[in-house]
T-cell receptor, first 114, second 111 residues
Framework: DTEVTQTPKHLVMGMTNKKSLKCEQH?????MYWYKQKAKKPPELMFV???????INESVPSRFSPECPNSSLLNLHLHALQPEDSALYLC?????????????FGQGTRLTVV | GQSLEQPSEVTAVEGAIVQINCTYQ??????LSWYQQHDGGAPTFLSY????GLEETGRFSSFLSRSDSYGYLLLQELQMKDSASYFC????????????FGKGTTLSVSS
């Protein structure tokens, strides 16, 4: 199984809502990542978890709150988002120190903030 | 910080060879990766170079020159299905696994 599964695939939320994005992998990877991708732009790194501990936070606003409950799951909790936060949110996983550093990406959650 | 430069668009015909260049500036270098992304799809890994030289994987090859802060992706025997965005990326952590992506090159392959 070389899949990273993200749910939901699409999400529309109001600026006062609280929602969560979920990501799951069963490849035994001990590093997981959240990226944000706007249309026609590259993915932008948001958070890195290594061995279930947050190791990189790329100065992301506090309205985005990551959580790694175990080695297979990664969540992104959303609260009081702005319309400019509308984007594709991609989860990825890899070995923390892979020889070829291949990262496996999920299909993403397309988020629209209204 | 890190920055990467790559051409925004490349066009080619089926069967041709295309080279996508990438120059980078990083505070610490942890390898250069290449990813492909089709419209509406997830980025998928193509190649990785940690050391100078050429890595070959089927129709795709990647090259790195650390002294020149330069790499390229070479795509041979182009097929229509190769039409996609191609991103070079550098590692943001010592494992090289947290990626900072270039702006991407849109490759259009015509028949």
């Amino acid at each position: 199984d070389t899949e990273v599964t993200q749910t939901p695939k699409h999400l529309v939320m109001g600026m006062t809502n609280k929602k969560s994005l979920k990501c799951e992998q069963h490849m035994g990877h001990r590093a997981m990542y959240w990226y944000k991708q706007k249309a026609k732009k590259p993915p932008e790194l948001m958070f890195v978890y290594s061995y279930e501990k947050l190791s990189i936070n790329e100065s992301v606003p506090s309205r985005f709150s990551p959580e790694c409950p175990n080695s297979s799951l990664l969540n992104l909790h959303l609260h009081a988002l702005q319309p400019e936060d509308s984007a594709l949110y991609l989860c990825a996983s890899s070995q923390p120190r892979a020889i070829n550093t291949e990262a496996f990406f999920g299909q993403g959650t397309r988020l629209t903030v209204v | 910080g890190q920055s990467l430069e790559q051409p925004s668009e490349v066009t080619a015909v089926e069967g041709a060879i295309v080279q996508i260049n990438c120059t980078y500036q990083t505070s610490g270098f942890y390898g250069l990766s290449w990813y492909q992304q089709h419209d509406g799809g997830a980025p998928t890994f193509l190649s990785y170079n940690a050391l100078d030289g050429l890595e070959e994987t089927g129709r795709f090859s990647s090259f790195l020159s650390r002294s020149d802060s330069y790499g390229y992706l070479l795509l041979q025997e182009l097929q229509m299905k190769d039409s996609a965005s191609y991103f070079c990326a550098v590692g943001a952590n010592q494992a090289g696994t947290a990626l900072i992506f270039g702006k991407g090159t849109t490759l259009s392959v015509s028949s």
